[in-house]
């Protein structure tokens, strides 16, 4: 069993920053790929980013790509997702994923960002 926690959440400006973290605990996460998904009120959920088991392959969307950036600490079973320069529409529920076998198979619950323009 695998359980991911998210935090790092909440309020900011345009323009601003945040740092979403994502703890994992149980099976061996620091094996598996690891992501990021956000999912904004009314609309379908979106890829934001992942990164592979030894940090050395990172992918993005063009909506995210060069103002997020992802990175895990194997050690600590944690990845990260660092945003810059927000924007409203990157407002949305972001969760933390674990890619195993080409899917992915463990969601944390969520956690809110919000963008205020």
């Known amino acids: 069993q695998v359980q991911l926690v998210e935090s790092g959440g909440g309020l900011v400006e345009a323009g601003g920053s945040l740092r979403l973290s994502c703890a994992a605990s149980g099976r061996a996460s620091s094996s598996y790929t690891m992501g990021w998904f956000r999912q904004a009120p009314g609309k379908e959920r979106e890829f934001v980013a992942d990164i592979n088991w030894s940090g050395g392959s990172t992918s993005y969307p063009d909506s995210v790509k060069g103002r997020f950036t992802i990175s895990r600490d194997n050690a600590k079973n944690t990845v990260y997702l660092q945003m810059n320069s927000l924007k409203p529409e990157d407002t949305a529920v972001y969760y933390c994923?674990?890619?195993?076998?080409?899917?992915?198979?463990?969601w944390g619950q969520g956690i809110q960002v919000t963008v205020s323009s």
């Open positions: 994923v674990i890619k195993v076998f080409g899917a992915y198979r463990y």
